[in-house]
Each structure stands twice: as structure tokens, then as C-alpha cells.
């Protein structure tokens, strides 16, 4: 008897006229060191959804940070899936963050056995059932999703670096290993953080025309929206496509585009903090954490007790550009006031706009592009978008799993009179037993339009 080949899978196998789709979850109650419990059709999967995409919706055409989700349901046979049934064979490990691979593959009928395909790595946000319930609901977050919960790294005022290095710098404070692309090479003058994650890592990734998604492996990836990239794959009515959704109308939504970006200088040394009349304990006292009136501040140069008197004086203090906690020393035994003063250097954020003068403009603002002659380039992309006929295309498709968020890829159709390339921005998979898909693509004269 001849052995079993086994192979990877291939375009051709997701483009069959008549084509099995399996998926597999392993699901790790006791980590991923540990063997995982795997569900399929044939036991306990009823349904999965899995979405992968560069960006929600934003104001932004172009891009917004989201993380990739998976949601399934499980038969709860005899109420084994509810957190709260102590008789249950998985009672005390239905937990947050427990650990979930799917993988999926195509069932060939000729003998070949194929390889699975890994379609992330997945953490549980949310698992819903009750002891009596037919069915648990589970939702579960890649690692952008735990990225984003995490606290603030306080980040300090950089100088010239590419947005690449900058991006990493990032991902390093907040304890996440990330590959950046290279090609993110342009320069800006001042590096900053402010807020939360989702806030500055969206503002930057805008800024940098690229997209953060995590990949197959489960690894955190940062890629240029806007790189020049091989064509992956033409898709036609007879092998993908399905139906098409793209509204178009003679009436566009925007007439032109006012991008505003920053010219940033640092200021000379300026007061950025004064508390008037501070009550000032006895003895070495921690103030409460107050926010800078004028930032990022570059650095601190000075700070001050501001009082007649003499025992009172701020001792140490600890920073972010954003803010400062005082560390004051009153040497008297009761409670004194004094004004408390904080000096330095911060920098200045020059807006700079460029404007089309017309009515009903799209408008971005974005303080990571800081140089005219990237503001240029940028708007241009922007224009492109808005006078296009088509800036993205949604398409209902039975699915392939091998392509990838950010491929390149052509439609062609003579059912609905399409030929249109973009860059793949989501991709939403439905499984019940057979899959189908969503796709949205970028098209990618928009991107390409400053080359």
C-alpha cells in the first residue's frame, strides 16, 4: 500500500468547483505548553467566525488599529462548557486569556493529505453559558487586544528617529516582541506618546500610512499600507467570487481634503506647572500626580517652592512629558502652603495646513507627519481616496485561507463588469460546516499614486 502524501495547501484546492473546508479548535485550558482540547464538527464546534483586518472604521480612510477576533459556539453537552458547573471537566480553567488556535485545511477526496493552515493565536475575552444551556458563546482577542489593555509605558521625548525604530521603541516599553518593517523609513523630528495605546498607536500608524495586525503565527507585524507589492492572486466569478458590494454615486462624499500636520521646535525654557498656595504636609510628603499645563516637555529644568517660608522645598520629583509627581520636604510639624513651580523645555507643536478651497473637505490631522515634503505626499494619497470612483471594494467570497491582510489582490468579473486590484484590508471567515467570506480591499492606485 502506497504511503499518504502530504502536502500543503494550495490556491487551487480553496478554488475547487466542489471543495470540503474542516476546521479545527485547540483550545488550552492548562497552557500552551500542554496538550489542548480540540473541537471540530464532529463533537463540539456548532460555528466560528474569525476576522482579521488592518483597520476598524475611522475617520481615517486609510487605516485604524483593531484587534483580530475569533467567536465560536460549543455544543455544552450535559453543561461541560459552563464556567459555573462544578461537575464539569473543564470547572476552574474557563479563565480569561486561555489560549486558542483554529487552524483550517481543505478535505481532499483523491487520497493527499494536507497540512493545516494556522489562522492565529487567540485569547479568551469572553466565554458565555449557563449549566442548562445548549450552547457557550465564546470571543476570544489576539495580542493587539492585550496590547491595548496594557498601562501607558511613560516614554520620553525622542529626536530623529525613523518611524520604524520608533515603532519598536514602543513595542519594547510596552514588553511586546513586534517585527517592524524596515521600510518605514521616513524621519520624524520629535518621537512622543500620549494617552492610551489605542490613541497614539493609532495616531501613529495613520501617520505612517501602515497597518498593525497580528499574522498566522500569532506574532505582532507592522507593515506600510503603501509599499510597493507583487500581485498574490487574481479572483474571478469562477472560483471566488460570489457577490460584489461597492457603493458608487455621482455624488461624492468629499469635494477635496485639509490635511493639518506639525512643524515641531522645541521651546525655550518656559514655565509648564504652577500650583498656587499647594498645601505642604510636615515632614517628606508625594504629592498627587498633576499634569503638565504645557507638553511633551523634552526635559525639566527646574522646579521650586515658591514661599516665605524657608523649610519648605521640593525635594525630587518623577516625570513623564505629559505629567509630574512633587516630592516635598516641610521641615516645620504643621501644614504649610506655598506655590509650587515646575520649569523646562517642551515641545512645540507648529500646525501646518494644507487645503483644498473647496466646500465639504476631508479632514486629517495627525501630529506624526512633520515635514512639508511628507505632508505632500500624504495628501496626495488622501485626494486620490476621495476622488476616486471606487476607493475600496467589499466582496462576498467562498474563501481562501492562504491569502493574507495586506496581500494584493485582482478582481476580475464579468458578472458585475469588475476589474479592480487592491490591497486586502479585512477579512471576515463564517464557518457552519462549509466556509464563506467576507473581503474588503483598498484599491491600490490610491496607494500607489506618490510612487
Not at 164 to 182: M, P, R, T
Not at 294 to 316: Q, R, S
Request: aromatic share 8%; glycine share 6%; proline share 4%.
Amino acid at each position: 500500500m502506497a504511503d499518504t502524501v502530504i502536502r500543503d495547501a494550495t490556491d487551487e484546492d480553496f478554488n475547487a468547483h466542489s471543495r470540503c473546508i474542516l476546521l479545527k479548535l485547540d483550545i488550552f485550558f492548562d497552557g500552551l505548553q500542554n496538550d489542548p482540547l480540540t473541537v471540530t464538527r464532529e463533537d463540539y464546534l456548532i460555528d466560528a467566525d474569525i476576522l482579521d483586518e488592518a483597520g476598524a472604521e475611522d475617520n481615517n480612510p486609510l487605516v485604524a488599529i483593531s484587534a483580530n477576533e475569533l467567536s465560536f459556539s460549543l455544543y455544552n453537552e450535559d453543561g461541560m462548557f459552563s464556567p459555573t458547573n462544578a461537575n464539569g471537566p473543564y470547572y476552574g480553567k474557563i479563565k480569561v486569556n486561555v489560549p486558542i488556535i483554529p487552524y483550517m485545511k481543505p478535505d481532499m477526496d483523491d487520497g493527499t493529505e494536507v497540512n493545516w493552515i494556522k489562522m492565529g493565536v487567540y485569547y479568551v475575552s469572553d466565554w458565555n453559558a449557563t449549566v442548562t444551556g445548549a450552547a457557550a458563546s465564546i470571543t476570544a482577542g489576539d495580542k493587539i487586544q492585550q496590547v491595548l489593555m496594557e498601562p501607558s509605558p511613560v516614554i520620553p521625548v525622542g529626536l530623529n528617529k525613523t518611524q520604524a525604530d520608533f515603532f519598536q521603541e514602543v513595542f519594547d516599553a510596552l514588553g511586546y516582541a513586534a517585527s517592524i518593517s524596515k521600510d518605514l523609513n521616513a524621519t520624524l523630528l520629535y518621537t512622543f506618546t500620549e494617552g492610551e495605546q489605542k490613541k497614539f498607536l493609532q495616531e501613529m500608524l495613520q501617520g505612517a500610512i501602515a497597518y498593525c495586525t497580528c499574522d498566522k503565527n500569532g506574532d505582532i507585524v507592522v507593515e506600510p499600507l503603501d509599499s510597493t507589492r507583487p500581485l498574490r492572486a487574481t479572483i474571478t466569478d469562477a472560483d471566488q467570487i460570489i457577490s460584489v458590494d461597492s457603493e458608487q454615486s455621482i455624488v461624492k462624499t468629499y469635494g477635496g481634503v485639509e490635511l493639518t500636520y506639525v512643524l515641531p521646535q522645541l521651546t525655550e525654557a518656559i514655565q509648564l506647572l504652577e500650583i498656587k498656595e499647594a498645601n505642604v504636609p510636615a515632614g517628606i510628603f508625594t504629592h498627587n500626580k498633576v499634569a503638565l499645563s504645557k507638553g511633551p516637555a523634552k526635559v525639566i529644568t527646574n522646579v521650586y517652592a515658591i514661599t516665605e517660608n524657608k523649610e519648605v522645598a521640593i525635594i525630587d520629583y518623577v516625570n513623564s512629558p505629559w505629567d509630574i509627581t512633587l516630592i516635598t520636604k516641610n521641615e516645620s510639624t504643621t501644614q504649610a502652603t506655598s506655590d509650587l513651580a515646575v520649569y523646562g523645555i517642551a515641545v512645540d507643536f507648529v500646525e501646518t495646513i494644507l487645503t483644498d478651497n473647496v466646500s465639504n473637505v476631508l479632514k486629517v490631522k495627525n501630529r506624526y507627519i512633520q515635514s512639508t515634503e511628507y505632508a505632500s505626499k500624504y495628501k496626495e494619497i488622501l485626494e486620490a481616496f476621495v476622488n476616486s470612483d471606487m476607493p475600496t471594494l467589499t466582496l462576498q467570497v467562498r474563501g481562501n485561507p492562504l491569502l493574507n491582510v495586506g496581500d494584493k489582490i485582482c478582481v476580475q468579473s464579468e458578472k458585475y463588469n469588475l476589474d479592480f486590484t487592491g490591497v486586502l484590508q479585512r477579512i471576515n471567515y463564517k464557518y457552519v460546516g462549509s466556509l464563506s467570506c467576507e473581503i474588503t480591499l483598498l484599491n491600490s492606485d490610491i496607494l500607489e499614486v506618490s510612487r
